[in-house]
């Protein structure tokens, strides 16, 4: 008899173990995918929030409204995956976690700041803002 992690197909009598540990059985095992952005949060009113937390598996880019963009892929521990569009503040931050990490993002909302217009000219402008932890 197969373990909870394996699983016997009878027509060709192969044993499959899984990768990664999960059963290979007939429930879902890999969970619902979700994504993320700081744009839509912003929009629905949301600061505040946790935006994802789990293992850190992949960064990646995808084609985004403004060009190239980072996309993080994290694994929840009830197994879903949440993609996480980055933006300037985060990416800062994720660049100083490492795959494999266990991570939280907070969304903190719109921040103003201070800055020069292409002329030269000070000029107030708001960035989206967040705060990454990692695991101990």
């Given amino acids: 008899m197969a373990e909870n992690n394996e699983t016997q197909t009878t027509a060709q009598a192969r044993t499959f173990k899984s990768v990664n540990g999960k059963s290979l059985g007939g429930e879902q095992t890999q969970g619902n995918i979700s994504f993320v952005n700081a744009s839509r949060l912003f929009k629905e009113g949301k600061e505040n929030v946790i935006m994802a937390e789990g293992v850190l598996e992949k960064v990646g880019t995808s084609e985004g409204k403004f060009g190239e963009k980072t996309q993080y892929s994290i694994r929840a521990e009830n197994g879903d995956l949440i993609m996480v569009d980055g933006f300037g503040g985060l990416d800062k931050q994720m660049a100083k ?19 020069k217009d292409a002329k030269g000219k000070k000029v107030t402008a708001q960035a989206h803002a967040c705060v990454v932890g990692v695991a101990e």
């Fill in 97 to 115: 976690v490492n795959i494999g990490q266990y991570v939280q993002i907070t969304y903190l909302g719109k921040r103003s700041f201070d800055t």
